[in-house]
Every structure is written in structure tokens, then in C-alpha cells.
């Protein structure tokens, strides 16, 4: 952990780094001269206000929040099986090898028009969430199940620790870490197909409907907006996400 | 309770460990299998835990197979548990039906033994060479076995702390004696432990010659004279048998 004067450093960076960016931004909008190419910050910040304040604005963000959690939790519960399964079994690991690889190749475009055809269109984000996360969540407790210390599990053997304490104090903390990288990287993808998708597949309520909606009325500074909502409902879960895993680690 | 191998087979892929290895253990005395590295000492031991089972012939102890008796393993890496405290690491092993305060009176008492009580919220890694042992001696004795089986328990400690180490080891061995099993590759260290002592050749292994320590338990020390002299003898029968002895003794 960085000193104090390390963390007012690192501050100062950062909000330097925020003006730069901003300055960047503002030249180049007037630069541009045209606020349906590149609206300015502050009109951006203005629209954002108006969109905070707007009718559905809540409803839009919690259905995204809704979907992307979902997606997520449904790839971290299939993916933990999986991944067990093929952990323990190089029969299975080799017979879900090639489905896992072509998942994990194919363009989310590709797997958002599919889920297009199959899903009602409340459906399609989750799905999509689910289907990305799902093979990271897989590939990463598959690597921690195969970084497990055999020598551990021979001693637990030996001393005949029942096989659920065996999961519980034996692989679990040595799959954890591996599953927590997982989980973070499927998280933060997550949002970024369940917006995409929502854009593509249209549900009532979303972010990505509300900023589908806003480009196709030219109000790029509302899409900028919208834009913003999706990035703070990345970073404030990621942080959430961040913080239960520190507190798992220090109850464990 | 009387520990028997016979006419066993073991090899890992193409290279032959054992090939009709037959050995008895007696029954209540420490059988220390002495020998030059890699020559299966630590497969037989891992024969007898039940960690591998015989391509032939068989293993029994006492009238049951290996893995229906309890085995008090003290590996040569101990293996304790990085992320678990001594206590947790000691209690994993312990029926969890027992109430929490008798768990912990018995793994309290046990440290006690081994002089670290005050381990016992410590992480391995916070534990010194010496401890660590001991914390690994004290695990196997808690879980009360049927059969010691010890893999170069003390191998790599400085001489003080390895005599330390021993003599605690005949004092648990006092408390409960059990048919124990004790793996080295130093004839010293062997004949201060061991009432029996089998010389193993490289492998496949093969009994050379069976030593049994005619000196008493008390006075298995250092620098005892018929130590001395039976440590020569035996090294005389290393050579004999151009065994190659572990490096610290070459």
C-alpha cells in the first residue's frame, strides 16, 4: 500500500491526467464545431444532468445492472462446475476443449445476432453475458484445479479429512485466486456486451436502448451520457466486487 | 501390530522400484530403512500410507490392508496447510465431532509436548525449520495412528536442533509406542533412532543387510561408543556394496 505522500501523488496524477483528457476533449469539440460529431465536456456534462433527472433514466440503469449481474452469476455458477469437472477429469477437459476455444474466438457481434434469432429480446444480453463470461470462469478454475498441490491432497488423504473439508480448506483457497481473476475480467466484459446487445436487441428498458435511441436522434452528447451511466455501473461493481473479496479473504 | 510386505512390484512407468520386495516390520519397534536416495524408501513408506497400491504382491498391516488402518504420516516436506493457522492445520485432522474446547485441549497438550504452545495461531510461514517439524511430529501423534511412518523427518537440520528433534521424538514414542517406520540416508541418525535397521540397495530394492541396534533406547546418544562402532560397521557395509551414500555423509 503506497505512503501518504504516495496516495497525494497519485492523486495529483490522476487529476491531472482528468484535465488533460478534458482540455484534449474541449479543443477538439471546438475544433470540430459541430456538436453532433463531437458534442463539448460541459455539454456533455449538461445532458448528462437533464438524462440523471430524466424519466426511465433509473429503470434503464437497473434493468442493465439486472441483466449484466445476471449473465454474470449464471457464467461464475456454470463456470465453477465446468471447471471442477474438467479440472478433474482430462476426459471431460478435452471433450469441452473445442466448444470452450470456439466461444472464446467467435465475434460477440456474431453471438449477439444469433441470440437474436433463439431469445426474446429481454433475454438476449443476459445470454450474451453469460456465454462470454462463462469460458474465462471455465478456463481460470480449470488452471487453479490443475495448480491444486497434490502433496496437500495426498496428506489430506492420509489423514482422512472428509472430502467436503478437503474442498473447503484444501482446493477452494487454492482455486480462489484463479477464480477471482476470472470473475473480474467476466465482469468487466460483461457490461460491455450487455450494452452492446441491448443496443442490438432493443429491450423497453437499458442503457444500450437509451443510447440506440440517442444516436438515431443525433444527440451524441446524450449518447456520451448514456456512455458515462454504463462506465459507472463498470467501475462501481468492479469496486464492489473488489471490496467482497477482501472481505472473503480476511474471514477466511 | 505387525506390518508386512510381500513379493511387491512397483514401478513408475519403465523404471522397476520394487520387483518381489518382501520385508516385515516388527510390531511396536522403529524399523528405520536406510539407504542411498532414489532408492524407493519414500515408495515404500507411500505403499504402506496406502498413497500407491502394489502393480503385485501385497501390503498388510496387521490384517488389514493399508488404507483401513490410521497412519500417522510425517512427510519429509511436512506439508502443513500454507493458509491455515497451526491450530486449524492440527484440528483439520481431528474428528470433528468433538466439541470445539476438547479439540483444542488435545491440540494444546500435544504442542505442549513438542514445546510450542505458543504456535498456535501462527502460519506455517512464520514458523522457523525446527518448528515446522515439530508442528508435523505433533500433527501425527494428535491423530493417534495405528502406524508411524516418518520420511526423513529431520533430514537438513543443523545437528543441535536434529538431536533435539530426536530424543522428542523417543519421548512421544515413550508416551504411545507404535510400530513406526523411519526413512534416512544418515547411518547416525538411524542408529540413534532405530531398534531395527535395514541396509536398501538401489534400486530394485533390495534387503542387504538387517541390523538390529543392540543399544538401549537411553542411550542412543552422540558420541556413544557402540554407536560409534556400529556406524562403522555399517558404512564399511555401504562400501562393501559400492552403495552410494546421501551427499552429506560422502
Known amino acids: 500500500m503506497p505512503s501518504p505522500e504516495g496516495r497525494r501523488s497519485l492523486l495529483t496524477i490522476r487529476i491531472v491526467s482528468l484535465c488533460s483528457f478534458l482540455l484534449l476533449w474541449k479543443l477538439a469539440s471546438q475544433w470540430m464545431d459541430s456538436p453532433i460529431i463531437l458534442p463539448s465536456p460541459e455539454d456533455t456534462l449538461k445532458e448528462t444532468w437533464i438524462l440523471l433527472n430524466a424519466r426511465g433514466f433509473y429503470q434503464s440503469f437497473g434493468a442493465t445492472l439486472v441483466r449484466g449481474i445476471t449473465g454474470f452469476f449464471l457464467s461464475i455458477l456454470l463456470g465453477l462446475c465446468m471447471g471442477i469437472l474438467s479440472g478433474k477429469s482430462y476426459l471431460f477437459r478435452e471433450f469441452f476443449r473445442p ?127 448514456w456512455t458515462l451511466a454504463a462506465l459507472v455501473l463498470s467501475y462501481s461493481t468492479e469496486s464492489i466486487f473488489r471490496w467482497i473479496v477482501k472481505r472473503l479473504k480476511r474471514l477466511a | 501390530m505387525r506390518v508386512e510386505l510381500e513379493s511387491v512390484r512397483f514401478a513408475y512407468g519403465s523404471v522397476t522400484i520394487l520387483d518381489r520386495f518382501s520385508a516385515q516390520f516388527p510390531s511396536m519397534k522403529v524399523t528405520v530403512l536406510l539407504g542411498p536416495s532414489g532408492c524407493g524408501k519414500t515408495t515404500i513408506l507411500n505403499l504402506l500410507a496406502g498413497l500407491l497400491t502394489p502393480q503385485a504382491g501385497s501390503v498388510r498391516v496387521g490384517d488389514k490392508p493399508p488404507t483401513d488402518i490410521r497412519v500417522g ?27 470445539l474446547e476438547a479439540r483444542l485441549d488435545r491440540i494444546r497438550s500435544v504442542l505442549r509436548l513438542v514445546g510450542l504452545e505458543q504456535a498456535l495461531s501462527l502460519f506455517p510461514d512464520q514458523l522457523s525449520g525446527g518448528m515446522y517439524r515439530r508442528v508435523g511430529m505433533a500433527r501425527a501423534y494428535l491423530y493417534e495412528p495405528d502406524l508411524y511412518l516418518m520420511d526423513e523427518s529431520f533430514q537438513g537440520l543443523d545437528p543441535p ?66 554407536i560409534a562402532r556400529l556406524e562403522g560397521e555399517l558404512f564399511t557395509l555401504f562400501r562393501k556394496e559400492q552403495l552410494q551414500l546421501g551427499e552429506e555423509r560422502v
Open chain 2, 161 to 226: 536442533l536434529k538431536f533435539q528433534l530426536l530424543s522428542m521424538f523417543q519421548q512421544l514414542r515413550s508416551n504411545s509406542p507404535k510400530t513406526t517406520i523411519f526413512v534416512t540416508h544418515d547411518i547416525e541418525e538411524a542408529l540413534l533412532v532405530g531398534d531395527e535397521i535395514l541396509l536398501l540397495s538401489p534400486i530394485p530394492t533390495r534387503i542387504v543387510h538387517t541390523l538390529r541396534n543392540p543399544v538401549p533406547i537411553e542411550d542412543r546418544v552422540p558420541g556413544n561408543q557402540e
Open chain 1, 99 to 225: 466448444f470452450l476455444t470456439s466461444v472464446q474466438s467467435t465475434p460477440v457481434l456474431a453471438i449477439i445476432l444469433l441470440a437474436l434469432i433463439w431469445f426474446p429480446t429481454e433475454t438476449v444480453p443476459v445470454f450474451v453475458a453469460f456465454l462470454m463470461g462463462f469460458p474465462i470462469i471455465t478456463t481460470n478454475v480449470v488452471e487453479g484445479i490443475l495448480a491444486v498441490d497434490r502433496r496437500l491432497i495426498e496428506m489430506a488423504k492420509v489423514y482422512r479429512i472428509e472430502p467436503w473439508r478437503r474442498i473447503l480448506y484444501v482446493v477452494l483457497p487454492s482455486i480462489l485466486p484463479y477464480l477471482v481473476g476470472g470473475a473480474s475480467s467476466a465482469l468487466g466484459l460483461s457490461w460491455r456486451v450487455v450494452v452492446a446487445s441491448e443496443v442490438l436487441s432493443q429491450p423497453i428498458l437499458g442503457i444500450g436502448t437509451g443510447m440506440q435511441e440517442a444516436k438515431l436522434r443525433l444527440e451524441t452528447a446524450r449518447v456520451f451520457a
Open chain 2, 73 to 99: 504420516y510425517m512427510f519429509q516436506d511436512v506439508r502443513l496447510i500454507p493458509w491455515l493457522t497451526v491450530k486449524r492445520n492440527l484440528d483439520l485432522i481431528l474428528p470433528q465431532r468433538l466439541p
